[in-house]
Nanobody, 127 residues
């Protein structure tokens, strides 16, 4: 089993930056894809970014390309989401997720593929 614990959310003004962290524990060797999703009030959960642990390939939603960066620290079993130039529309609950199968271009953000989820971390961007 895998446990995911997120941290780093908070409130920031538009144009600011935040970094989210997701620490994985348990059977981390079985993880083949790590991703960040978000959900705004009244909206569906959507994929933000994903990566395969140990690889350099990353995937991003069009809405965050050039502003968000997903990265990892393998020694700490931690995945990060660096968010810059934040916009009000980035507000939402951000979730870390782990998939036991590899990320693939075109369907890396398919929610049903992800086996484990963190508890969520709130990000609020004000104008």
């Amino acid at each position: 089993r895998v446990q995911l614990v997120e941290s780093g959310g908070g409130s920031v003004q538009a144009g600011g930056s935040l970094r989210l962290s997701c620490a994985a524990s348990g059977y981390t060797y079985s993880i083949d894809c790590m991703a960040w999703f978000r959900q705004a009030p009244g909206k569906e959960r959507e994929g933000v970014a994903a990566m395969q642990p140990g690889r350099t390939t990353t995937y991003y939603a069009d809405s965050v390309k050039g502003r968000f960066t997903i990265s990892q620290d393998s020694a700490k079993n931690t995945v990060y989401l660096q968010m810059s130039s934040l916009k009000v529309e980035d507000t939402g609950m951000y979730y870390c997720a782990a998939d036991l199968t590899i990320c693939r271009s075109g369907d890396w953000d398919r929610i049903s593929d992800f086996d484990y989820w963190g508890q969520g971390s709130q990000v609020t961007v004000s104008s």
